[in-house]
């Protein structure tokens, strides 16, 4: 008998809404953050969970990391409608992208990664701790969970980087030339933090913080909203928050920071 048939799928059919190149964003940042425990995996097994109606997201995660980190790698997209599961069977391409019915508990599968992108953004904020310990539990050693959401075109997103001990970085990232203003990534911010984006909360200081560096850098608009954001994320790293990566990440449109999010210093120091 297989995994997928002895393991009950855990969760709940979401709306399914997919795009091509939705999740570019988060997938290019897989690819540069994540390519070492691939690269390093026995079995270079990827799950993506809640792909959608369609299969897009799942084909076009499999072939990024085929072409940039190693051919070899499996992509098993897991939904819990099997009618989702029977429509994207067309687009498998056995070994390294198939399909299958599984939720939360990834289908008895111990996959090194795991993207579960606008999945728990349909959950109440209190289900999603357990909804983390449930895909953690099933991962390879040293797996990570990658779990986030994004706007319909993938202008807008954030994600956070989770293994078994819990949450380690959020990202928060934007299509610059769309930009209009950071704190528009509030709309978007995953499902553990978006209804704690109110005054006393580190992520509204977050938030909050960015737009006044992307105000401060607004000189910089004359030479692209790329140098206004590297200048914003600067001047974010200069007044105290601990921002990672390095200006090739910012130039993405990127903004990663270590989690739990810190509490801004009262003083903090100036360039």
């Not at 709940?12 to 091509?20: E, F, K």
């Not at 067309?90 to 090194?112: C, I, N, S, Y």
């Not at 895909?135 to 390879?140: E, R, S």
């Not at 977050?206 to 004359?222: E, V």
């Amino acid at each position: 008998m297989s995994g997928a048939a002895r393991h009950r799928p855990l969760g709940v059919v979401t709306r399914g809404t997919t795009n091509p190149n939705r999740l570019r964003r988060v997938d290019n940042w897989i690819v540069a953050t994540c390519a070492d425990r691939l690269v390093a995996a026995a079995d270079p097994l990827v799950v993506d969970l809640g792909y959608g109606a369609t299969p897009v997201t799942a084909v076009e995660l499999r072939a990024r990391l085929a072409a940039a980190v190693r051919p070899d790698v499996r992509l098993v997209g897991l939904e819990i409608d099997p009618a989702r599961v029977a429509a994207a069977a067309p687009a498998a391409d056995p070994p390294g992208l198939t399909f299958a019915r599984g939720g939360f508990e990834l289908a008895g599968l111990r996959p090194v990664l795991v993207r579960a992108f606008n999945v728990l953004r349909q959950y109440d904020e209190s289900e999603v701790a357990d909804a983390w310990r449930t895909m953690t539990a099933a991962l390879a050693p040293g797996g990570v969970l990658v779990e986030g959401t994004c706007d319909e075109l993938g202008r807008l997103a954030s994600w956070l980087l989770i293994d078994a001990d819990g949450p380690r970085t959020l990202t928060l990232a934007a299509k610059l030339t769309t930009l209009g203003s950071p704190a528009e990534l509030a709309e978007r911010l995953p499902k553990a933090l978006i209804h704690r984006n109110v005054p006393g909360e580190p992520v509204h200081d977050l938030i909050r913080a960015l737009d006044g560096a992307w105000q401060t850098a607004a000189p910089y608009a004359t030479f692209g909203p790329r140098q206004r954001w590297l200048r914003a994320v600067t001047h974010l790293k200069n007044t105290g928050w601990p921002v990672l990566a390095t200006p090739t990440r910012w130039r993405q449109g990127e903004l990663t920071l270590p989690w739990p999010l810190p509490k801004p210093h009262p003083d903090p120091p100036h360039p």
